[in-house]
Nanobody
Framework: QVQLVESGGGLVQAGGSLRLSCAAS????????MGWFRQAPGKEREFVAA????????YYADFVKGRFTISRDNAKNTMYLQMNSLKPEDTAVYYC????????????????WGQGTQVTVSS
């Protein structure tokens, strides 16, 4: 079992920045890869970024490359998403999630999810 709690969302103007955090408890934090997804009203959930167990490999959706940075601190059992140059279209609920293994895999294999944190970007 893994429990995930996101924080750091809020309201920001376009061009601004936010840093999301995802605190994990339960299974050994360094034993699994993690990711961020988001879901905007009326839209499907979409992949944002993922990171392997050590933080040495990261993966991004094309629409966030160069703007968002995913990272993790295994000593603090926490994953982060630094979001810069935010756009109104980044408005969504952001969820952190875990993969069953040390590397990101198929979305169908995701196993634990946080409750989500709202990010709203005003124009």
């Amino acid at each position: 079992q893994v429990q995930l709690v996101e924080s750091g969302g809020g309201l920001v103007q376009a061009g601004g920045s936010l840093r999301l955090s995802c605190a994990a408890s339960g299974r050994t934090f360094s034993s699994y890869a993690m990711g961020w997804f988001r879901q905007a009203p009326g839209k499907e959930r979409e992949f944002v970024a993922a990171i392997n167990w050590s933080g040495g490999s990261t993966y991004y959706a094309d629409f966030v490359k160069g703007r968002f940075t995913i990272s993790r601190d295994n000593a603090k059992n926490t994953m982060y998403l630094q979001m810069n140059s935010l756009k109104p279209e980044d408005t969504a609920v952001y969820y952190c999630t875990t993969y069953p293994g040390i590397r990101p895999s198929r979305e169908s294999q995701l196993d634990y999810w946080g409750q989500g944190t709202q990010v709203t970007v005003s124009s």
